[in-house]
């Protein structure tokens, strides 16, 4: 080896070395609410997806009208039906939910939606629904990625 790779090297070695990588954090750090109300509309998972994300039970006493409010949750599929089939080639899922924001003295009510399409051609018909299953919770996801920009674009 040459002066040349091993100092390489070792400048490479010292760089990694002193990076200080960290655990990555799910929980965003100012994502406290007093309250969080969902309506009877909103299925279980999508409840606790929200509660893991969010804080709630805030002592803190500045943060009073903190308060998160999820209604109107609606799970709408469509097959679309093309060609010389008898049968649908391909199916659409739109997930809407409206949501109410209250941090300190600003209020925002705002509807989330996200649509996603899928191949129906599929043989088997139960795995033709975990596909949609597996699609409605990443939607879900998507919507909640949605709602934690919303609330901290609201913070600043």
């Known amino acids: 080896m040459t002066?040349?790779?091993?100092?390489?090297?070792?400048?490479?070695?010292?760089?990694?070395?002193?990076?200080?990588?960290?655990q990555v954090v799910l929980r965003g750090g100012g994502l406290d609410f007093n309250s969080i109300k969902f309506d009877e509309t909103v299925p279980q998972n999508f409840k606790d997806q929200v509660s893991y994300f969010f804080n709630t039970g805030s002592s803190d006493s500045s943060q009073v009208n903190n308060r998160l409010d999820i209604t109107s949750y609606s799970a709408k599929e469509y097959n679309i039906y093309a060609g010389n089939a008898l049968r649908a080639l391909e199916g659409e899922i739109t997930l809407m939910l409206q949501v109410e924001l209250r941090l300190n003295d600003s209020f925002v009510r705002k509807s989330f939606s996200s649509t996603k399409r899928y191949k129906s051609n599929e043989l088997n018909p139960l795995a033709q629904n975990q596909m949609i299953k597996l699609l409605k919770e990443s939607m879900q996801k998507e919507i909640i990625q949605q709602i934690i920009i919303e609330v901290s674009t609201l913070e600043m």
């Open 3 to 22: 002066k040349y790779s091993l100092s390489a090297i070792f400048f490479i070695a010292f760089f990694v070395s002193s990076c200080g990588y960290n």
